[in-house]
């Protein structure tokens, strides 16, 4: 029997979420990771948003991982919890399934042991210059890119995700 820790692992660490999709509810690793940690990369990029406000909208993703969540009605509840716009709740809502679902993701690499270096792969609409630069490049697990982040999102409106890389 092969030893797996040879076996060449390649899975993306993210899905891109677009407005017209459904949150998935397969990802239960996400939904966990943002019971915890959820409204944490909020405080981050926003931190005029009150704790409180905070904590409803890690409640907000949670359950939108949980059940069949239509991204247009997440971005309505998340802007029901304080938020004063629809373009602000949409991108923490993009901030927030992100950070739950690359975390979550990374978590687990890590705990198998079988995946020690990522890829930083810098996708969306227009990547902005912080993340061309991290763009293609390989880390060792935790190792930071040259933004200075260890995984997405860099920013708000990060499209960007990871890639585990294959030791052959």
């Not at 993306?12 to 407005?19: F, G, K, N, P, R």
């Not at 990522?118 to 061309?132: D, Q, S, Y």
């Not at 293609?136 to 890119?145: A, D, H, M, S, Y």
């Amino acid at each position: 029997m092969k030893n797996p820790k040879k076996h060449p692992i390649d899975a993306w660490l993210q899905v891109e979420i677009t407005h017209g999709d459904v949150i998935a509810t397969s990802n239960l690793q996400a939904a966990e990771w943002a019971a915890k940690h959820g409204g944490e990369i909020s405080g981050k990029f926003w931190p005029e948003i009150i704790e409180a406000t905070r904590k409803r909208i890690g409640e907000i993703i949670k359950n939108a991982f949980e059940k069949k969540t239509p991204f247009s009605v997440l971005v309505g509840e998340i802007q029901k919890a304080g938020v004063p716009s629809e373009d602000l709740a949409a991108s923490i809502a993009n901030a927030e399934i992100s950070s739950a679902q690359v975390n979550a993701n990374f978590e687990a690499f890590k705990k198998t042991g079988l995946v020690s270096k990522i890829k930083w792969l810098a996708v969306g609409r227009e990547p902005c210059p912080t993340c061309k630069e991290n763009n293609g490049k390989v880390r060792t697990i935790g190792e930071k890119f040259p933004s200075g982040d260890a995984i997405p999102p860099a920013h708000p409106d990060c499209y960007c995700i990871l890639m585990t890389v294959s030791e052959k």
